[in-house]
Structure formats: structure tokens, C-alpha cells
């Protein structure tokens, strides 16, 4: 099998991760655990692009402070569509990180790093550096987390089981606002 045709065989995953951290950031327990005993919060922000099965004629961006709150998000949730693109704000203990998540390829782009704005240039270069392979660090280890469970047949069939839950209840909640 060559490798272009790999590749787009798991093209699955990245929308599906990011789905399910989605998922995960609105949980009463929206930590999650990391392998290394630390904990990890997830919040989607700005802007979310979910995309279905017919791709992109068919995606639906949602911008404002909490995108992934809104009634039509719901909607396009249950309608089948996954995260495409999210701005993403994950935070471990004091440090938090922004970026936006292309899903599709897993890349990550416009990464904010909390830093001290005023430290000499040569100072800030390592600092940055550091905060950047932490960063690196923490989404690989997130992404290695939802692997575990994505592998794991049972888990994985009873986490489809409460992110369905999750969907009903955000179509439910839609319904009852507009009544």
C-alpha cells in the first residue's frame, strides 16, 4: 500500500479527535489525564468549521466567543459533520496555549504561548523554544490519550455511546431555546 493511500485511510482520526475533545471540554470533568499525572483543560473558542462526508460544499463555520455552544453546531453535529478547524485553548496547571487545530492533517497553526512580554531577545528565544517542545509534548500526549481509547474496542464502543448522548442532549437543549 503506498503511503498517500495510508494517509488517507486514517484521515478519520484527526476529525474525530478533535470532535471528541470537543466533546471532552464540555463535560462536568472536562480535565483530561494526561500519561504524565498532570491534567489538561480543553475549551473551543473563536472559531469552530465542522465538515461532513461531502466535504467541503458542505461545511459550517461558527465564530464568537464559544462557537461550540451554539444551537446550529448542535445541529450540524447530529447532522453528522465533525470538526474540520477549531481555535483551541488547552491549559495545564498556570500554563495555557492557543492555537488553531486543522483536524484533517493534524497541524497546528497560530500558536500563542503565554511568555513574559518584556524579556531581552536573547532570553525569550530559549524560553519560547522550551514553551514550544512543551507544547509539542502536551497535544502529542493528548493525541496519544484518545489513540488509547480509539484502540481500545470496548471503551471506544462506550465513549461512542456518551459523545451520541452528548449530541441528543445539545439537539434537546437547541429545541427547548427556540420553544
Known sequence: MALLEMIEEKSFLGPEFATWLWYRSEQKESTLALPNGKTCEVSFEKELVLTGPAGEALNSTFRGETPSLAPEAAAALAAGKKVKRARIRLGVGDVSYELT???????????????????????????????????????????????????????????????????????????????
Do not use: H
Not at 497553526?109 to 509539542?136: H, K, M, Q, Y
Not at 481500545?152 to 437543549?173: H, L
Open 101 to 179: 487545530l486543522n483536524a484533517v492533517n493534524l497541524d497546528w497553526t497560530g500558536l500563542r504561548i503565554d511568555t513574559p512580554p518584556s524579556l531581552p531577545f536573547d532570553e525569550a528565544v530559549p524560553l519560547r523554544l522550551s514553551a514550544l517542545e512543551e507544547f509539542a509534548d502536551l497535544f502529542d500526549s493528548l493525541f496519544a490519550v484518545f489513540l488509547d481509547l480509539r484502540l481500545d474496542r470496548d471503551r471506544w464502543t462506550a465513549e461512542v455511546k456518551r459523545v451520541r448522548k452528548w449530541i441528543i442532549g445539545k439537539v434537546e437543549r437547541k429545541e427547548d431555546a427556540g420553544s
